[in-house]
């Protein structure tokens, strides 16, 4: 019996910690989000207000999304969405982006 996995088969593997820092690493703004969410949506519209492009990675979507958002409460300390990464550094979720912008301090970031 073959076991060997085809080249045109592809083999969805969960995600890791090396990944999910990839991606910080890769973008100045980054946002594990879940389409569904009041507070992913707030953080997207901050961002949004200040025309900062950002990397919107929608968790529901993706088969992997429950490893990530595992790998992001062992990261933060919190598995809630959002998790909002600025320049590699967890701001935390919606609330603590929207607090940061209403000071004025968001926007010095950049």
Same mark, same amino acid.
Not at 35 to 45: G, V
Not at 68 to 82: D, F, K, N
């Given at each position: %019996? ?5 080249? @045109?088969?592809?083999? *969805? %593997?969960? @995600? #890791?910690?090396? &990944? *999910?820092?990839?991606?910080? =690493?890769?973008?100045?703004?980054? /946002?594990?989000?879940?389409t569904?969410?009041? $507070?992913?949506? %707030? ?10 492009? $950002?990397?919107?990675? &929608? ?8 490893? /990530? ?6 990261? #933060? !300390? =919190?598995?809630?969405?959002?998790? *909002?990464?600025?320049?590699? *550094?967890?701001?935390? !979720? ?6 940061? $912008? &209403?000071k004025? &301090?968001?926007?010095? %970031?950049?």
């Amino acid at each position: %019996m073959d076991l060997s996995i085809s080249s @045109a088969e592809e083999v *969805v %593997m969960p @995600a #890791t910690k090396d &990944e *999910v820092d990839q991606l910080i =690493a890769s973008h100045t703004i980054v /946002i594990f989000s879940k389409t569904s969410c009041p $507070y992913c949506r %707030m953080a997207k519209q901050i961002f949004d207000k200040l025309q900062k492009k $950002y990397k919107s990675i &929608e968790l529901n979507e993706r088969d992997d999304g429950d490893e /990530i958002q595992s790998i992001l409460g062992e990261m #933060t !300390g =919190a598995r809630t969405v959002p998790r *909002v990464f600025v320049n590699g *550094v967890c701001l935390g !979720g919606g609330t603590d982006v929207k607090k940061l $912008y &209403e000071k004025g &301090e968001l926007q010095k %970031m950049f």
